[in-house]
């Protein structure tokens, strides 16, 4: 792992690039393809990127009813407990409409309505993330969409979906699950097959292809946001535990190896015995050689002067992730400006939030928390503004609205204001 001086401008090297231009054109042609050809297309870009001849797109409802047999009765519980946490925390993410009205009659509001359909894409490439299912289904439900489908890719040898995300999806109370990943479950999902229903909107993280396939059809269908590879930062003083820190940093390198893991801290002492748990952590892990992978290509560690300019890093990186390791947490935050989700003190390890807590773990990557937030029920509502004018607002207030309309050269507006006094 990099141990490096921080220094004011630096250049942060980002692990997502917008894809090469093969990659870009693979998944132009991917879309179309399966725009022209719907299921068709699908089968067989399935059985060219995951190994396998489907005999159903749709999970079946046998193969839901075995996945519970597959799943240990402890399994199947933690799945219901932290749905319920996830559930508790976006309940209280529900925006409600709103209508004011003034002396003259004058009403307005806000009107907030549920999307009609969402297709949530669960990755499931390298691992299987019944989490991610949760993180998708429940904010759709919350928001009170009517139609929720999930695609994830299928296994290469069984040709279905791992149990967990079955049971997972089930007991968030979806069963429309398409066994379909990549760009085609993204095309299918934007343009529908015989299948595959399209759909309003589309959410989910995912690989390279995911992120371009997305980027693709926006515009004819919404997107949550483009997520990338999964990010941690590790703010931490001298107070931190080298095992801890390092063991947080793995945490995130294990799911890819593009994954980026980052280490801000005031002290040497800290940065170099971090440096040594990490490496002496990564060789006993199941998945070594993509952490490895991903801490020698875009792990680092930063040593600042201070810790104002520690804080000022972490607000350039601007990461997923940011774990707050610091004798006083609370201190800190308000200067925390970017970050898609802060855990706080050396008892809110990422994972607790992968899974567990409640916020969801969607959440924006490769610098943009500098713009956007995380995955929540506002993702699956609309709004639309509410106008009511009473003759007497009108009356009050027609001129105005004829002049500026004139100010603009839009004579017909100024005219559809004034027929209502001729
Ligand atoms: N932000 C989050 O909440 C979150 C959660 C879980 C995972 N992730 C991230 O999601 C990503 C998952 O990636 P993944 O690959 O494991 O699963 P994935 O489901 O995103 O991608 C697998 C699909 O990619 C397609 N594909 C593979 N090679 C291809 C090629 N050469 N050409 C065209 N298509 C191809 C295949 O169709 C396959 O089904 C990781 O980067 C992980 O860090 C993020
Ligand atoms: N850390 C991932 C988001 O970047 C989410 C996840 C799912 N499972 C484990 N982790
Ligand atoms: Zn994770």
Same mark, same amino acid.
């Given at each position: 792992?990099?141990?490096?001086?921080?220094?004011?401008?630096?250049?942060?090297?980002?692990?997502?690039?917008?894809?090469?231009?093969?990659?870009?054109?693979?998944?132009?042609?991917?879309?179309?393809?399966?725009?022209?050809?719907?299921?068709?297309?699908?089968?067989?870009?399935? &059985?060219?990127?995951?190994?396998?001849?489907?005999?159903?797109?749709?999970?079946?409802?046998?193969?839901? &009813? &075995?996945?519970?047999?597959?799943?240990?009765?402890?399994?199947?519980?933690?799945?219901?407990?932290?749905?319920?946490?996830?559930?508790?925390?976006?309940?209280?993410?529900?925006?409600?409409?709103?209508?004011?009205?003034?002396?003259?009659?004058?009403?307005?509001?806000?009107?907030?309505?549920?999307?009609?359909?969402?297709?949530?894409?669960?990755?499931?490439?390298?691992?299987?993330?019944?989490? /991610?299912?949760?993180?998708?289904?429940?904010?759709?439900?919350?928001?009170?969409?009517?139609?929720?489908?999930?695609? /994830?890719?299928?296994?290469?040898?069984?040709?279905?979906?791992?149990?967990?995300?079955? #049971?997972?999806?089930?007991?968030?109370?979806?069963?429309?699950?398409?066994?379909?990943?990549? !760009?085609?479950?993204?095309?299918?999902?934007?343009?529908?097959?015989?299948?595959?229903?399209? #759909?309003?909107?589309?959410?989910?993280?995912?690989?390279?292809?995911?992120?371009?396939?997305?980027?693709? #059809?926006?515009?004819? #269908?919404?997107?949550?946001?483009?997520?990338?590879?999964?990010?941690?930062?590790?703010?931490?003083? %001298?107070?931190?535990?080298?095992?801890? +820190?390092?063991?947080?940093?793995?945490?995130?390198?294990?799911?890819? %190896?593009?994954?980026?893991?980052?280490? +801000?801290?005031?002290?040497?002492?800290?940065?170099?015995?971090?440096?040594?748990?990490?490496?002496?952590?990564?060789?006993?892990?199941?998945?070594?050689?993509?952490?490895?992978?991903?801490?020698?290509?875009?792990?680092?560690?930063?040593?600042?002067?201070?810790?104002?300019?520690?804080?000022?890093?972490?607000?350039?990186?601007?990461? &997923?992730?940011? %774990?707050?390791?610091?004798? %006083?947490?609370?201190?800190?935050?308000?200067?925390?400006?970017?970050?898609? !989700?802060?855990?706080?003190?050396?008892?809110?390890?990422?994972?607790?939030?992968?899974?567990?807590?409640?916020?969801?773990?969607?959440?924006?990557?490769?610098?943009?928390?500098?713009?956007?937030?995380?995955?929540?029920?506002?993702?699956?509502?609309?709004?639309?503004?509410?106008?009511?004018?009473?003759?007497?607002?009108?009356?009050?207030?027609?001129?105005?609205?004829?002049?500026?309309?004139?100010?603009?050269?839009?004579?017909?507006?100024?005219?559809?204001?004034?027929?209502?006094?001729?």
């Amino acid at each position: 792992m990099k141990l490096l001086k921080a220094t004011p401008n630096l250049s942060i090297q980002r692990s997502v690039d917008g894809g090469t231009d093969e990659q870009r054109a693979a998944v132009q042609s991917i879309i179309a393809d399966v725009r022209k050809n719907g299921d068709a297309a699908v089968l067989k870009y399935t &059985e060219k990127f995951d190994g396998i001849t489907l005999s159903s797109i749709m999970a079946t409802a046998e193969e839901i &009813e &075995e996945a519970y047999t597959l799943l240990e009765e402890e399994q199947k519980e933690i799945i219901q407990r932290a749905a319920a946490n996830i559930r508790a925390f976006h309940e209280k993410q529900r925006t409600q409409s709103w209508i004011t009205t003034d002396a003259d009659g004058t009403t307005l509001g806000q009107k907030v309505t549920p999307l009609d359909s969402a297709g949530l894409y669960v990755p499931g490439g390298t691992a299987a993330y019944p989490s /991610s299912v949760l993180m998708n289904v429940i904010p759709a439900q919350v928001a009170g969409v009517s139609k929720i489908v999930i695609t /994830s890719p299928p296994d290469r040898t069984t040709g279905k979906l791992p149990p967990a995300v079955l #049971v997972a999806a089930n007991e968030a109370g979806v069963t429309e699950i398409y066994k379909v990943g990549g !760009a085609q479950a993204i095309g299918a999902l934007a343009y529908g097959t015989e299948t595959i229903p399209s #759909v309003d909107k589309i959410t989910g993280p995912g690989n390279i292809y995911v992120a371009l396939a997305k980027r693709e #059809v926006y515009g004819d #269908v919404d997107i949550d946001m483009i997520a990338g590879p999964s990010e941690i930062v590790v703010l931490a003083d %001298e107070t931190a535990l080298p095992n801890e +820190v390092a063991a947080d940093l793995l945490s995130q390198a294990e799911h890819d %190896e593009r994954a980026c893991a980052i280490l +801000v801290t005031d002290s040497m002492m800290l940065a170099e015995n971090v440096k040594l748990e990490v490496e002496k952590q990564l060789k006993t892990l199941p998945r070594k050689e993509i952490a490895a992978s991903s801490i020698e290509n875009y792990g680092a560690i930063y040593v600042t002067d201070s810790m104002d300019e520690a804080v000022d890093l972490v607000n350039q990186l601007a990461p &997923e992730h940011l %774990e707050l390791l610091t004798a %006083e947490p609370m201190t800190l935050l308000g200067s925390i400006r970017h970050a898609g !989700a802060i855990f706080m003190g050396r008892y809110s390890s990422e994972p607790v939030g992968d899974y567990f807590a409640g916020p969801n773990h969607v959440l924006p990557t490769n610098g943009t928390a500098r713009f956007s937030s995380p995955l929540s029920v506002d993702d699956f509502v609309k709004k639309s503004s509410i106008i009511y004018y009473s003759e007497k607002a009108l009356r009050k207030n027609a001129e105005d609205i004829a002049a500026f309309a004139r100010m603009e050269g839009l004579e017909a507006h100024a005219r559809a204001v004034e027929s209502r006094f001729k």
